[in-house]
T-cell receptor, first 116, second 116 residues
Framework: AQKVTQAQTEISVVEKEDVTLDCVYE???????LFWYKQPPSGELVFLIR??????QNEISGRYSWNFQKSTSSFNFTITASQVVDSAVYFC?????????????FGQGTRLTINP | DVKVTQSSRYLVKRTGEKVFLECVQD?????MFWYRQDPGLGLRLIYF???????EKGDIPEGYSVSREKKERFSLILESASTNQTSMYLC???????????????FGDGTRLSIL
């Protein structure tokens, strides 16, 4: 079965702190894809990044970075020097290329609050 | 930019009513999806459609049906609304590329539906 676990339900930090959002996934497929989405208070889910299972290279985009570790089935997301505009609910998602190829399985989401 | 438009941001209906939620995308995407989002449960897939007149059940299709008569429009129907269908409903679309099956889904702003 496909499963995504975001153990942190809510995180609250002060502006400029670094913060890491955890994502652990379960799948039996050898080929799969991982995604992160951001949901600001407006409600729309905004796509942030995708990573396929055969590309373990970590990625940095400005203040955002992602650490993909196949050995621990984790795909963690770090925001450096957080800002109030980063406040949102963040979802990690898993897409299998073999089973239910058109479906994304989402984690429960982590509500991140950045306080001024 | 991809634009996915959901007809209503907020909707209030009564138990037993037939409810229609509309979703339109302007990028000629083949795949479209309906999710519901509930606290602590993340997003769960209700139905999806590979292309016009095609539909597949997701993880929680009970009490719902869908219609995809035109490529740009995907409608979610609550045949006889019940209070446990009070939720946030999110529509998404995705382009299908034979050479890159890892395209992200693009989401609308969501419809917050209350069934009284």
């Amino acid at each position: 079965a496909q499963k995504v676990t975001q153990a942190q339900t809510e995180i609250s930090v002060v502006e400029k702190e670094d913060v890491t959002l955890d994502c652990v996934y379960e799948t039996r497929d050898t080929t799969y894809y991982l995604f992160w989405y951001k949901q600001p208070p407006s409600g729309e889910l905004v796509f942030l990044i995708r990573r396929n299972s055969f590309d373990e290279q970590n990625e940095i985009s400005g203040r955002y970075s992602w650490n993909f570790q196949k050995s621990t089935s984790s795909f963690n997301f770090t925001i450096t020097a957080s800002q109030v505009v980063d406040s949102a609910v963040y979802f990690c998602a898993l897409r299998s290329i073999i089973q239910g190829a058109q479906k994304l399985v989402f984690g429960q989401g982590t509500r991140l609050t950045i306080n001024p | 930019d991809v634009k996915v438009t959901q007809s209503s941001r907020y909707l209030v209906k009564r138990t037993g009513e037939k409810v229609f939620l509309e979703c339109v995308q302007d990028m000629d995407h083949e795949n479209m999806f309906w999710y519901r989002q509930d606290p602590g449960l993340g997003l769960r897939l209700i139905y999806f459609s590979y292309d016009v007149k095609m539909k597949e059940k997701g993880d929680i299709p009970e009490g719902y049906s869908v219609s995809r008569e035109k490529k740009e429009r995907f409608s979610l129907i609550l045949e006889s609304a019940s209070t446990n269908q009070t939720s946030m409903y999110l529509c998404a679309s995705r382009i299908y590329l034979r050479t890159d099956s890892n395209q992200p889904q693009h989401f609308g702003d969501g419809t917050r539906l209350s069934i009284l």
